[in-house]
């Protein structure tokens, strides 16, 4: 997911005016997280939000749009740092050239819960038309279904590895069964 993350950040920042992207995803006990980030102005949300994870502990999360778009579940576009009402927050914003922030939820499946965030920050006003927020919103549920995917794709391998075991190990002495030995010694004979 990670890597996938990453991936996602580094297309999405080749969008004309993009300066940074980010995408947020929601681990188990709801804690929010910094999963990547690709930036154009050396921006580092992890020292903006003063953290990694826990995010929606930040002392943010009440002005900045990808943690209201968790918190909220909708689309959020902050047209200008300086209407999020904090000063600070707003110049570091501006002191990395973003006058823009638009963010979408995740959801792993339509109606769902929320499973995270993507956050697109631009270098200028962009007056988005219904069409763009729709194709923003089409993207986002991409990414979401493919984050589920690849979720579930993890669990999956993990599954399959104590599947794996459970074949080849009686549980109660945790010696190999005769399962294990035939393969044992069918690979020992080749």
Sequence with gaps: V?????????????????????????????????????????????????????LLQSPLREIFPPLLSVARGELMLLDAPEKAGNPEF???????????????????????????????MFDRHIMFSREQFACFSGLAQIISFAMAMSALQHQ?????????????????TGAANRRAGEQMLDHELR
Aim: charged content about 20%; overall charge neutral; hydrophobic content about 45%.
């Design 2 to 54: 990670e890597t996938m993350a990453a991936h996602i950040c580094l297309a999405l920042c080749n969008f004309p005016g993009v300066r940074h992207t980010a995408v947020l995803h929601m681990k188990e006990r709801g804690d929010l997280q910094l999963l990547a980030q690709e930036s154009r102005n050396h921006l580092d949300l992890a020292r903006l939000l003063q953290r990694r994870d826990r």
């Design 90 to 120: 707003a110049m570091a914003l501006h002191d990395r050239g973003v006058r823009m922030v638009l963010s979408l939820p995740l959801r792993a499946a339509p109606g769902g819960p929320e499973i995270g965030a993507i956050c697109l």
């Design 156 to 172: 999956n391998e993990e599954l399959n590895g104590q599947l794996s075991q459970m074949s080849t190990v009686d549980t109660l």
